[in-house]
């Protein structure tokens, strides 16, 4: 009985999986937004500090895939100040850092749901 339970809920799932619009519109619309850094992926984090006068953002970071980085704590410059405006320290976040003649820039910030 149990093996059976489990199957149709397999079956369930997938299903759930192939008719969500979610799952489907996502990626499109990931590909219209950003078609510069297609080849770059946004890195996780979480905000510790945020200096809006000089537009600086400490980040508690994740590996760092094309930028050759480790997890670790750091600063990072905002491209623009603005992006600064929509997190606050403690905040899980998604991002998009580029070295910028070696300078680590963000230029892009999204808060993680
Ligand atoms: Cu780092």
Do not use: C, Y
Not at 60 to 88: N, Q, Y
């Amino acid at each position: 009985m149990k093996k059976i339970v489990g199957i149709a809920a397999a079956a369930l799932l997938g299903a759930t999986t192939l008719m969500s619009p979610g799952s489907l519109a996502q990626p499109a619309m990931n590909h219209g937004a950003m078609p510069m850094t297609a080849e770059q992926a946004l890195s996780d984090g979480e905000v510790r500090k945020i200096d809006k006068e000089t537009g600086k953002i400490t980040i508690k970071h994740g590996p760092i895939k094309h930028l050759d980085m480790p997890p670790m704590s750091m600063v990072f410059t905002a491209k623009d100040r603005t992006l600064l405006d929509k997190v606050k320290a403690g905040d899980k976040i998604r991002f998009m850092a580029v070295d910028e003649g070696g300078k680590l820039v963000v230029t892009d910030i999204q808060l993680a749901k």
